[in-house]
């Protein structure tokens, strides 16, 4: 509903593999000296000797993780990327490489390409990556993206999930929630759309939460802002399944259990307006709904000065005994036990 | 064809997406000492400092680069592996880690994707390389597989497609022609199965060309009996998409022209024997047939001696001046202009 219809098409075929592999990338440059060469070999090759790296790899599928009748191919680009980079970031690293490889129907022509990766490049241009390889080939279905991120980070800087330890303090970055609920409402403007395709969509009260969901960032800020506050945290996540999901990771893999405050819990006024709206709980919207791509950490308490006050970071509860388990302390005192709600993608039909 | 249809069948929701990465990926070890943490985190850590690192990724595709009707599934695993590690191979470096996504539709028990990392594992156990990463999830119709390899190779063992000079000697490795001849004969035996399923097909006579096309091997052995040798190639790439294809590659990225002699191309007597059967010229089969995965470099004349007589190494032809073109020579004398007829993917339809 928001693409051009009468935009030129020039059918993939007209390319060939090499050709459109050629077409697309060509204004890519390398920048970091750690890449030596990129696209146009059998395989890239880089520099990786001056510290450690870190890797990860997402694959994102048209009808499971996006849909296009509102998600802009450009802004899909750019998501692509920063779905891979918050990992990345998530280790306390600097991503510097990614690789993306995409397949599409031909139901595509060139210029939908030329969009997806315009969206690449910017976030390349932004976070400082260099796209240093990938594939192109066609699906019988859709549009896929798979993407694999590489960042370096010192052996003293590297951060798990397995190091919070009982009474550290966890911390989350920016709010929660927003890009659920952008979601929902992108979604009901569809349905809206399908009835009325002349109506149109008041987006403007939402512009937070649905950019929230078509273009989110990574937080590589915040990577640096922990070096600048020399704050090493002792186990970091991002946050792409909702919380709660997150907490249960870093507890699991770190062995202690966890108090989560639900008053400390940090909402933009959209996401509570918005869920009243949607007659949804907001505490719930931000336990459980995904893709916020914020950054869930540990820290020891002795660090609490150096972050105090900032307005990127609050501190959302501490770690407990193992055996205490991991629960939300209500705002009325009560005690609820976190529970996975994650995103399970495994409920599609073919 | 080929598969038990009274297997047990798991459905995957029973397990979830964490439940399912965690079952499938247990029984994979760590064993290179730059392995530093496989799955389990945001990303895999490596330490990538000793030498200099390559990377490539493919994406594989239900319908388009696969027929799950007679390949199984276990031998779609180890294939998958295969021609990411033959990248990496192809730039002269020793594969040391690979990352592995799936999508997969509903239509696919959890059976199904074990079989398939069986496969993966046994690529892994049998190349030495490391599964550190990889993404697991649902697609809306069919199977498809990302994978990213990961290699290391010092400076002065690093072999790219551009280095290649005039008088360089042309080298393939093993035969040519056999993948594409056994999807030919695997494909006839699908239509006659379509016809009669009662029919047992007999492929004992092809089982040199199918095993080639099912169950591929990359040139691991090629980069050590090079290093053996002390031969360094000028220029290499692997031969995904038939030969011709590859040399106008290394023509175009080396700035040379070559001569390519027809009675030197390796042919199995199998190629022989079953492109008559199917009424085709065994020269274009090796020419233009992909997936074979050889390796195909050029090596100055002074080193001909080193390799002489090398049942695994051929010289097919030689590198010109650019201004030559790159040509066939043919039995009878004739120079037939090679064209690319490597395989284009996007004629496929939604």
Chains 1, 2 share one sequence.
């Not at 009468?6 to 000296?33: V, W």
Request: glycine share 8%.
């Amino acid at each position: 509903m928001l693409e051009d219809k009468n935009a030129s098409r020039t059918p993939l075929e007209q390319l060939g593999e090499f050709g459109l592999i050629k077409h697309l990338t060509k204004d890519f440059e390398l920048t970091h000296p750690s890449s030596l060469k990129g696209i146009g070999d059998d395989a890239a090759v880089l520099d990786l000797s001056a510290k450690k790296t870190v890797i990860s790899t997402d694959l994102l599928i048209e009808g499971v993780h996006f849909d296009l009748s509102y998600m802009p191919l450009k802004h899909l680009g750019y998501k692509s990327v920063i779905v891979n980079l918050s990992d990345v970031y998530a280790m306390n690293a600097m991503a510097t490489q990614i690789t993306v490889s995409i397949a599409v129907s031909n139901r595509f022509p060139l210029e939908a390409l030329e969009e997806f990766y315009s969206g690449v490049a910017l976030a390349c241009k932004i976070y400082g990556v260099d796209m240093v390889g990938g594939d192109t080939t066609s699906s019988t279905k859709g549009m896929l993206v798979s993407i694999t991120a590489i960042g370096q980070v010192t052996d003293e800087k590297l951060v798990m999930r397995t190091g919070a330890k009982e009474n550290d303090l966890l911390v989350v970055t920016g709010d929660l929630g927003g890009a659920y609920l952008g979601l929902q409402v992108l979604e009901r403007e569809k349905q809206v759309f399908k009835v009325d395709p002349n109506n149109q969509p008041d987006l403007e009260p939402y512009s937070y939460i649905v950019e929230r969901q078509l273009k989110p960032e990574a937080r590589k800020d915040i990577v640096e802002l922990l070096e600048k506050l020399e704050v090493h945290p002792t186990s970091m996540i991002d946050i792409s399944d909702g919380l709660s999901s997150e907490i249960l990771h870093l507890c699991e893999q770190s062995d202690v259990g966890c108090n989560l405050y639900e008053d400390k819990i940090p909402l933009d006024p959209t996401v509570i307006s918005t869920s009243e709206e949607f007659k949804m709980d907001s505490t719930m919207v931000a336990l459980s709904g995904g893709e916020d791509y914020e950054l869930l950490f540990t820290i020891n308490q002795k660090e609490f000065p150096k972050i105090k006050g900032n307005p990127n970071l609050t501190v959302v509860g501490h770690m407990t005994h193992k055996n205490e388990g991991a629960h939300l302390i209500s705002r009325n005192g009560s005690k609820i036990p976190l529970i996975a709600q994650g995103w399970n993608s495994f409920n599609g039909t073919e």
